[in-house]
């Protein structure tokens, strides 16, 4: 009996100890952090849907923290700049391909050239 007593005690202070998380505000900050960064690299542009999910959830994540819902806030803020991250990735992959492309274009027009000099 002293020890199943034990053991409800224990477990109440793990829960106890478990729901005090403190305010992610600095999770916030590097969440809001990597938005501007996606932002600032076309994110805008070239993956819109994760630059809005991204904002959304830093909005959620900002509004949890202030119900002092701070393990909710936490998650929510590092899915924010997860796709945050995701968004900015894409648009450099885009931008990448893009410029890519300009470049084969640019070798094609040359040859074509190389070509017509090349003709008696």
Known sequence: MLNLLAMIL????????SSK???????LALSAAAINQA???GAVEFAPVE????REKLTQARTAMNLEENHKALQLAEQAEVDAQLAEAKARTAK?????NELQESI??????IE???KP
């Not at 224990?10 to 829960?15: N, P, R």
């Not at 998380?21 to 999770?27: A, F, H, N, S, Y």
């Open 10 to 17: 224990f477990a109440c202070l793990l829960v106890g100890c």
């Open 21 to 27: 998380v403190p305010p992610p505000t600095q999770k």
């Open 39 to 41: 932002e600032a690299s």
């Open 51 to 54: 630059m809005r999910s991204a």
């Open 96 to 100: 990448t391909q893009k410029a890519v």
């Open 108 to 113: 094609k027009t040359l040859k074509m050239e």
């Open 116 to 118: 017509r000099k090349a």
